[in-house]
């Protein structure tokens, strides 16, 4: 497909929904079965399938690490020869099957956190709305997987498919846009991919394609948290397919997918570039920040904030529900976290578990200690904050430090959950009924920060394409704390601007609040027609 002319087909399309309102876009809508056959029939490739779509061929002698044996002349040899190389083989095999096994099964992991999610979401929102909230928290399933399925997973890592922990997929070719400015090139978004066509048809991409879908939708469901109880569902369904086909991928290409932010080491010398294990900033404050955007663009809840400046506290109506969802979230965080190795035959994945495991711990108590250091009641909610901030922090560094610093990450984003989301709630008036961008936001941004700091070079021998391990300012490579800045700040703004922007457009063809008497009433039968409880 002619991508100018793809792209100058979406600014059109944008430009006249914005200038035309509801009824183009109602128009454009109908339109869309048409243009969704036009587009597979030209992104399919109708050649042969060249890749390994059964993974009968999928590892061998050289994911050992060294070439197959040559023959000789001498027959008996030969045989030797021959016996070496179907071991070698066999081994190779099994070991690219391990990984993939493991990467499915942490991938499944993940997978259930979107039901913890939206236990959280739930549990901390008013009981009037309770079918609405949990189905956002299930729509953004289905419609982020569609998003990163038709492009949102070309974008990101169609510049890198071939995993070599998964085989490597030696016949699916990637390619990677490149800007050349300043003497180097800056990788800018993927172009291989695209609908999962047949180019890309091997168990590896398409295992890498499920862990990483997972991942996304980890992103996308963070604003339902921070936007719920006001936000309608026509203008939700939009966002869900914006964010997954376009703002997370482009970020996280920049990031995981060979991108410029993590050749910042091979270009300036920047240490190992920007490093993010598992999604500190490219899941969670994407996730984080996009909340905080569309919370200030939809304002605060109705009878959140008085004429006279007070803020009123609108409880949640489920603690137990909240704290399940939280310990499910946390169970989830173990395929997250260890299974960003993409290789259940990387020992690191034992420390991986106990750092994430002890960050949310940390994270958990230092919250407590706060509480009662105040003089205040150990509030449910906030101890459960306490454990995702912790969990979310560790999320960047937890391959690259001991257990003791990741007890200090976890338990400093314990304390920063408490005081960001104190500040958003009573300095900013920004109704974040969850916090949001205090857990996702706030400590995405500290745990990429913290890798900087406490990575102890252990871990990460040329990542990145850079020799040596990862090493943060307290042991010597101070390039990395600077990476791992520029990194936050980058998110922070193309992510901040991007998603404002979008709100505000979307906001002209399917307004982003809903009617306040239907806000007033409770959300379930005016957006969903159904009771989430019936009494």
């Known amino acids: 497909m002619n991508k100018k002319r793809c792209n100058f087909f979406g600014f059109y399309l ?23 056959v036009i587009c597979l029939l030209t992104l399919l490739s109708v050649s042969a399938m060249a890749q390994d ?60 956190m979107q039901a913890g999610f939206a236990m959280v979401e739930t549990g901390f929102t008013q009981k009037k709305n309770v079918a609405h909230t949990m189905a956002m928290n299930f729509l953004v399933y289905g419609l982020g997987m569609f998003g990163f399925w038709v492009c949102g997973f070309a974008f990101m890592f169609g510049g890198g498919l071939n995993a070599s922990t998964l085989g490597g997929a030696p016949d699916v070719i990637p390619h990677e846009y490149i800007v050349h400015m300043f003497g180097h090139d800056f990788g800018i978004i993927g172009s291989v991919g695209f609908f999962l066509n047949s180019k890309v048809y091997d168990v590896g991409v398409f295992t890498l394609f499920l862990f990483q879908m997972v991942f996304m939708d980890t992103t996308a469901t963070i604003p339902t948290g921070s936007m719920a109880e006001r936000w309608s569902m026509k203008s939700f369904i939009i966002y869900g397919l914006f964010i997954s086909m376009f703002v997370y991928p482009i970020f996280g290409n920049w990031v995981w997918g060979g991108g410029w932010l993590s050749q910042l080491g091979i270009n300036f010398k920047l240490g190992h570039g920007d490093v993010d294990f598992a999604g500190s900033s490219v899941v969670h404050m994407v996730g984080g920040v996009a909340a905080l955007a569309g919370a ?8 959140k904030y008085g004429k006279d400046g007070t803020v009123n506290t609108i409880p949640g109506h489920n603690i137990p529900m909240a704290i399940i969802g939280t310990f499910i979230l946390a169970f989830g965080w173990f395929g997250f976290n260890p299974g960003s190795t993409l290789a259940g035959q990387d020992f690191r994945i034992g420390i991986v578990a106990v750092n994430t495991m002890m960050a949310g711990t940390a994270g958990t108590l230092a919250a407590l200690l706060y509480m009662y250091a105040k003089g205040q009641k150990p509030d449910p909610g906030m101890l459960c904050n306490g454990m995702l901030a912790g969990l979310v922090a560790i999320t960047a560094p937890c391959a690259f430090v001991n257990s003791i610093s990741a007890v ?38 500290w745990g990429v920060i913290s890798l900087g700091l406490f990575a102890d070079g252990s871990y990460g021998d040329g990542w990145n394409g850079v020799s040596g391990t990862v090493k943060g300012l307290f042991y010597g490579d101070a390039g990395q704390l600077w990476a791992q800045l520029i990194g936050v700040i980058v998110c922070f703004v193309f992510v901040f601007v991007v998603m404002y922007a979008w709100f505000k457009l979307s906001n002209k063809i399917f307004p982003l609040r809903v009617k306040a008497e239907d806000e007033i009433a409770g959300l379930d039968i005016p957006e969903m027609g159904v009771h989430g409880y019936v009494d």
């Open 14 to 36: 944008l430009g006249n929904a914005y200038l035309g309102g509801k009824a183009w876009v109602s128009s454009c809508l109908k339109q869309i079965p048409k243009i969704s």
């Open 408 to 445: 200090i990450i976890g338990a400093i984003a314990g304390l920063l959950v408490i005081f960001a989301y104190n500040f958003v709630d009573r300095k900013l008036k920004i109704d974040d009924p969850v916090g949001a961008f205090a857990v996702h936001g706030v400590n995405g941004a």
């Open 53 to 112: 779509a059964t993974g009968a061929h999928t590892g061998n002698i050289k994911n050992l690490g060294i070439d197959t044996v040559a023959t000789t002349s001498d027959t008996t040899l030969n045989k030797v020869i021959s016996a070496v190389n179907t071991i070698g083989n066999a081994d190779g095999h099994n070991m690219i099957a391990t990984n993939i096994m493991w990467t499915l099964i942490a991938g499944f992991l993940v997978m259930f």
């Open 296 to 303: 200030i663009c939809i304002g605060p809840r109705i009878g």
